[in-house]
Antibody, heavy 121, light 108 residues
């Protein structure tokens, strides 16, 4: 069955960097686009970034563009989110999510359990 | 950016009752609208897509309807496991994919 397992979260000071990972299993990773979605404490869901199945397309929310970078290593079935110049407002649980279908970006059908990031001095 | 608004913020109901949740888009999203359920401490779960199509293994008591800017999620007879937060999301115009702020369904 489809599994997504995030890791790499933790407590980091403002201005520092962090890299999150999402290891995928149960499906052919290199055939699917992937998303990162975050959820601040007690708040709703906030889409962060997308990478296409072949890595040719990267899309970012305005709030993270220029600071965050999404990437993938298909040899390791792993999705990454590299976050630079972190701000307190980036504090959230970060989820990776996979669309239901191979041929699109929509229908966020599979989610990992999330990894928490706290940006605080 | 399309802004999604949900109402009410909290809905209190008893098991067996009907619950009706609303979602409004700031511009038409056609039927490119999904609903998610999030139980405490868990990841979101896709319930409905295409405004009215249930995702795999979603029980028929969950019904989605609407098009354009007005959408409804109806839970026809609340079960204990349905007490959760529900989010709508548009995927008509992206990026960004945008979510509503959520409706919490509480036990009365």
């Amino acid at each position: 069955q489809v599994q997504l397992v995030e890791s790499g979260g933790g407590v980091v000071q403002p201005g520092r960097s962090l890299r999150l990972s999402c290891v995928a299993s149960g499906f052919i990773f290199n055939r699917y686009s992937m998303h990162w979605v975050r959820q601040a404490p007690g708040k709703g869901l906030d889409w962060v970034a997308l990478i296409s199945y072949d890595g040719s397309t990267e899309l970012y929310a305005d709030s993270v563009r220029g600071r965050f970078s999404i990437s993938r290593d298909d040899s390791k079935d792993t999705l990454y989110l590299t976050m630079h110049n972190l701000r307190p407002e980036d504090t959230a649980v970060y989820y990776c999510a996979r669309p239901v279908n191979r041929d699109g970006y929509n229908l966020f059908g599979y989610w990992g359990q999330g990894t928490p990031v706290t940006v605080s001095s | 950016e399309i802004v999604m608004s949900q109402s009410p913020a909290t809905l209190s109901a008893s098991p067996g009752e009907r619950a009706t949740l609303s979602c409004r888009a700031s511009q038409s999203v056609s039927t490119n609208l999904a609903w998610f359920q999030q139980r405490p401490g868990q990841a979101p779960r896709l319930l409905i897509h295409g405004a009215s199509t249930r995702a795999t293994d979603v029980p028929p008591r969950f019904r989605g309807s609407g098009s354009g800017t007005e959408f409804t999620l109806t839970i026809t007879s609340l079960q204990s496991e349905d007490f959760a937060i529900y989010y709508c999301q548009q995927y008509n115009k992206w990026p960004p994919w945008t979510f509503g702020q959520g409706t919490r369904v509480d036990i009365k």
